[in-house]
Structure formats: C-alpha cells, structure tokens
C-alpha cells in the first residue's frame, strides 16, 4: 500500500499535471476567430451563419445549379467590400460580359459604377473567345499575370472567380484542370487574397458537390457553401447550406434565402446569441373597450398576438379593431391582408363601426392586398419586412397568417414563422396575425396549423357556438403571457356600431349564448325586478312598522308623564295632608290649651 | 490572301514556363519553314508586362496572336499540334 502510493504521487504530481491543465486550457479556449480573420459579405444572414463573413485571406468555393444565385452573392461580396469595409475586389467574369452582370445588378444599389470609378472594383473580362484556336498545352499564367498586376494597382484584397468551370472546360484533361485549379489556389493563398470561386453544378445534383468532376476542389478550399433553388408545388425556393468552414464553427443547416431588391437576404432563425429584444410594459388597446379589461390593460406593446378561428368568426374584424386603435392613437400601421383586397376590407369593416378609409387617405394606415404576391413564405416575409421598414410600422396586421402554408410551403413556413416573430420583437412592433383554422380539424381549440401559438405572447381564440338553431360568436383567450387575463369565454356581438363581448351564461354546464343568452338576461332581469319590487315593499311595510311603534312610544311616554305628575302630586298631596294634620293637631292643642302634649312627643319606654 | 502578305504575330508567353518556351520553338520553326523572311515575331512576357496582356484580352499562356494580315486570329497551347495552327494562320493552303 504504502509503497504503491509512494511510487504514484510523484509522476501525477509533476509530470502529467502540468501536461493536464495545458491541455485543458486548450479545450477550454475555444479557437475563436476574432472578426479580423474574417471578411464581411454584407448578406443579411449570411454573416451570421458564418459567424462573420468568409475565412480571410482564404479561399471559399461556391457551388449551385443554374440561377442558383451564385454570382450575385459572389458580386455582393465584393461590392460591400468596395463600399463599407474599404477592401477594393476584382470580378474575373469567365462566362457573362461583366457590362452585362453590372446591368444586371444595377437594381440592387450597390454603386458598382461608382465603385468602379474609384478604382475600388474592377471587371475582368475573361470569356474565352469563340473563334479561340487550341493546339497543345497551356496554361492561366497568363490571367494570373494580368491580375497579379490589376491586384498590386489596386491594392485589392477580394477576388471572384464567377463560373471557373467555364475556362477549366477548355482544359485538355482532368489533369490539366487539376494542375490549373491548384495553381489558381496557391496564387491566391500567396497573394492573401478573399477569394470566392462559383463553379455550376448538375441540374439535378445539386447536395453534393463531391461526385461533380470539380469535386475535389471541396477539399482544397476552406470555405464551401451550396447554393440550391428548386420548385415546390409551383413554388420557387431557394437556399444555402455552409457546407464546410475550416477553423470557425457555423451554421450547418440549409438556410432559405431571398434574392430582394437589394440583394441576397439569407433566413436565420435567432439562436441563443441574439441579443434579446426590449421588453415593453407598455400596454396598447385591442380596440374592443372589454378585451382590453380581459386581457388586463390590452395587449403588450411589441406583443405578438395570434388570433385564430374558422372562418367568419371575426377575425378580420378583431384585427381591423386593433388597427384603428393604432392609427387612432397616431401610430403608424400596416394591414396586410391576404385573403381579400384591401378596398374589400375596409368596405366590410365599415359595416361593423370600424373606419379604416380616413387613416388609409391620412397615410397612417398602409393596406397591402398580398393576394397578388405569389411566392414561397420567404417572399412574404421579406415583403413584409421590407414593407414594414418603409412605411415605418409601429404596428403590423397579418390576416391571415395560415395563408402562408398554402401552395408548397409547409416545410419552410413554419420558420417563416418563427422568424416573423423574431422580427416584430426585435423591432418592437405589436404584430397581430389572425390564422384560419381548418374546418375539418374538428370544434376544439386545436393549435393552429401554423403551431405557432407557442411563440405568440397573447392568444385569442373564436369559436361559434351553434345552439337553439343559432350561431354565435364565441371569444376567449386561451394564453396570454404576463397578464392577468379571464378566463371567461365572452360572446362577440358586432353591430353597426361595432364590436362589443357580452358575457355568456353558463347554466347547467352549458354556455348560452345570443338569443339564449337574452333570455337568460331578460328572466334575470325579471327576477331582478321583483326582487327589487318585494324589497321596497318591505322597507316600506317596516318604515310604517316602524312610524307605528314610535308613535306608540311616544303616546306611551306621555302617558308615562301624565302618571308621573299624577304620582308627585299624590305625593305632595299626602305630604300636605300629613302635615296639616299634624299643624292641625297643633292648633288643636294649643286651642283647646292642653299640655300633656310632651309625653305624647317622646314616647316612653315601653 | 496573296503569297506577299507579311505575317506579323504577338507571342504571349509566362516566363519560362515549359509551355511557352515549346510554343516559341514551334512558332519560330514554322516561320522558318513557312514564312521565310516575311514574318516578325513579337514575344511578350505576362510577368513583366502584364498590362498589355490585360489589354490584349490574354488569359491563357502561352498565346499567339496573328496581327497581318488581318483579321487577328489567336491560337493558345504550345502550337505543337499543326493542322489546327496552320488552319488558322490560314497557312494550309500554302503547305498544299
């Protein structure tokens, strides 16, 4: 034992201890690339899956069908360099004329032209000529010269080569290709150029880019990233997938992305880093005077609030309400619907009270009939974002939202979704989307399709109630996140002079609700009556009661004085007869003379 | 094309890189044989004057450039496989 445990302290103690902790501390300091190490593309998203942009002074390899969108993330990249982080950048255009691409990507405004005359971003032309003649070998020296010398001019630090595939095609063999992509990838390692290489991949395969004849260049670079755009239902969508990143961890997943009006705008959903939105206690009106009590003061400012139901339970209507809220309380809005046009909406909901036309006319209230938007829910979205930007929306009405997972968008919408949400938080805009529930999903509650009603902060739920031949509205608020909220269901009464709850009655387990409920009303209010009747009846019977006995007690106190005095005066009567008597007696005496009158006095013993 | 016509050409090479030197031994031998006396040879090296072969339009070395007669043809690779080259240069004819 003893000798054991001598012979083991020493070698933990010293040798592998220090060897331990060094490795630890290794472990624990993860290999983080400051923001230094990476160059910034300007893609909203993109940076962020990357954690910062592409590896600097590195190589990324971007791959994707035809009008996958290569070149234009690849000209992103560049053109934000030229313009917001002052690295100058050169596209070598192998397969488009680069007037053509500057055409092209003239409706994004990112100033190519401009930076161009700056000298901060060069075109190269390098489509190999139709009439070009080939015998023998050769080689890129010669584009690689011209470069070396443009990148020295302009002190350039990105390079594109858009559609390398184009020129390697002109190669001999395989190995001649080889030979030129390794040689292309040491230049730019040399020269530590940003360098972003596009190549096409199959029509079809479109995951992998290892069984592509350029596969091997996935392994020589440092950066991949795929480019995928493929049609669902008729529906185009489009996304990107880092596929590997050496040296920085990132997001692995396919991401859906948007070619907008301003460029490439790359979905991300929020993860734990995002820094978290400002939280509002500041309540704002639903618009309906009783909701607002129910939900305990309205809705939270920033708030998403889902309302769901089938349809025609009035949640256009209960949205409408919260809009003229906002632009009642001067704040700007904007209503997007999806169902009907816009005209149609503000003509249905001036029947129930609810004028939207004057804040449409003022300009504070933005109509957007998104009908006529075809797309994939990444559209939607980044309309509505963009939308919303513009018009400078505080709040936003989304009717409804469920229209999104139409037409071959089930997979993506639910993220779309999320990251709607995400976004009016991160904007602290009150969003209201309404979501039609299936018909067919039966009469619960029943989450809405979009199973989103996990991430709204407050959820209405309407219902009809269908009894005694009627059918009713019914409202009830099935969460609602940091308020104290009813419980109750409340009927929803709209009339023309517009929406109001009532309470419901609940009598043998059983809501009633309109007519019913109005019976129900008008017998209580019956019961009421007579209650009351029989209530003043009593009072009154008990004033008399009441009159009566004091008048009683007070005959009876009279009475009492009148016998008092007469008890005085028998006092006082006896008393002076007494005491005539006695003065009587007296004179009695002293008349008649006698004077045995001292024995008489004290009386003697006996 | 008369028989008089004087060629001239413009030989892009990269240094001495393997290709580019083949091509000017190839051009040269056919000048030799071909065009005796009425030929002129530029060579231009990408490395040390790389704006003119930006100006050139030159991305692939080794690259030969017919200026005359007119119109400019460009040949690429080290010009070792012939009939292609000389169908160019508009020189077969000539061999016949």
């Known amino acids: ?606 | 094309m008369s028989r008089r016509a004087r060629f001239r050409f413009r030989l892009y090479i990269a240094g001495d890189a393997l290709n580019s030197t083949q091509a000017l031994a190839n051009l040269t031998a056919l000048c030799r044989t071909r065009l005796p006396d009425r030929h002129e040879i530029e060579v231009v090296d990408v490395f040390r004057e790389p704006e003119r072969a930006l100006a050139d339009g030159i991305f692939m070395t080794p690259t030969l450039l017919r200026l005359a007669p007119p119109p400019v043809r460009r040949i690429v690779g080290t010009l070792s496989r012939m009939q292609p080259v000389l169908q160019a240069l508009g020189l077969d004819a000539i061999a016949a």
């Not at chain 1, 990249?77 to 255009?93: T, Y």
């Not at chain 1, 036309?357 to 006529?372: E, Q």
């Not at chain 1, 269908?466 to 009713?472: D, L, M, P, V």
Request: proline share 2%.
């Open chain 1, 1 to 606: 034992m003893q000798a054991a445990a001598a012979a083991f302290p020493a070698p933990t103690a010293s040798g592998s201890g220090p060897l331990l902790t060094g490795d630890l501390s290794v472990l624990t300091k993860k290999p983080k690339r400051s923001i230094q190490s990476k160059a910034l593309t300007g893609i909203a998203g993109f940076d962020e899956i990357t954690g910062g942009g592409l590896p600097r002074s590195r190589t990324t390899l971007l791959v994707g069908g035809p009008g996958s969108g290569k070149t234009v993330l690849a000209l992103q990249f560049l053109a934000h360099g030229a313009r917001a982080c002052n690295e100058p950048g050169i596209f070598v255009a192998f397969e488009e004329r680069s007037k053509r691409i500057v055409g092209n990507a003239e409706s994004f405004g990112w100033s190519l032209a401009e930076s161009q005359r700056k000298k901060k971003l060069y075109f190269m032309d390098a489509q190999p000529r139709h009439d070009l003649v080939q015998s023998g070998d050769f080689d890129l020296s010669g584009m690689l010269a011209a470069l070396e010398a443009k990148t020295r001019e302009m002190k350039a630090k990105r390079i594109v080569f858009d559609a390398l595939d184009v020129v390697l095609a002109l190669l001999p063999d395989v190995t001649a290709e080889r030979r030129e992509i390794y040689r292309l990838h040491a230049w730019l390692l040399a020269r530590e150029l940003t360098g972003i290489i596009t190549l096409k991949s199959g029509a079809d395969e479109t995951n992998s880019i290892s069984q592509q004849p350029f596969g091997f260049m996935q392994f020589m670079v440092d950066c991949a990233v795929i480019l995928n755009h493929s049609v669902v239902l008729g529906v185009s969508q489009r996304s990107l997938r880092v596929q590997k990143y050496r040296g920085s961890g990132f997001d692995e997943n396919e991401s859906a992305f948007l070619i907008g009006n301003s460029g490439f705008d790359v979905a991300v959903a929020h993860t734990l880093s995002r820094v978290d939105a400002k939280v509002s206690n500041e309540r704002v009106s639903s618009g309906i005077a009783r909701l607002d009590t129910m939900l305990g003061g309205g809705y939270y400012r920033g708030a998403s609030v889902l309302i769901t139901g089938f349809s025609g339970t009035a949640k256009t209507t209960l949205s409408g309400a919260f809009a003229e809220a906002a632009c009642r309380r001067g704040e700007r809005t904007m209503f997007v619907c999806f169902d009907t046009n816009s005209t149609e909406v503000i003509r249905n909901l001036l029947s129930v009270g609810i004028h939207l036309d004057r804040y449409v006319k003022s300009g504070r209230l933005r109509m957007i009939s998104a009908r006529a938007i075809t797309g994939s829910a990444e559209t939607y979205l980044v309309r509505i974002k963009a939308l919303a930007k513009e018009h400078g929306a505080r709040c936003v009405v989304i009717d409804p939202v469920s229209a999104w997972s139409k037409s071959g968008n089930d997979l993506s919408t639910q993220s779309v979704a999320d990251r709607l949400i995400d976004w009016s938080k991160g904007e602290g805009t009150t969003l209201v989307c309404t979501s039609l529930l299936d018909e067919m999903s039966g009469q619960g509650e029943g989450g809405s399709q979009l199973q989103i009603s996990a991430l709204v902060d407050t959820w209405i739920h309407l219902n009809y109630l269908i009894q005694a031949g009627e059918r009713n509205r019914g409202l009830s608020i099935v969460k609602s996140r940091g308020t104290t909220h009813s419980n109750q269901v409340r009927e929803l009464i709209l009339s023309d002079a517009g929406v109001t709850l009532a309470d419901t009655y609940t009598a043998g387990g059983e809501v009633l609700m309109g007519t019913l409920r109005w019976e129900k009303e008008r017998a209580e209010r019956g019961v009421h009556e007579a209650a009351e009747v029989a209530a003043k009846l009593k009072r009154v019977r008990l004033d008399a009661e009441e009159a009566e006995l004091e008048v009683r007690l007070k005959s009876l106190q009279t009475e009492l004085v009148a016998k008092q005095v007469e008890k005085a005066l028998l006092v006082r009567t006896t008393q002076s007869d007494k005491g005539e008597l006695s003065r009587g007696r007296t004179q009695m005496k002293e008349l008649r003379g006698a004077d045995a009158a001292i024995p008489a006095r004290k009386p003697g013993p006996p």
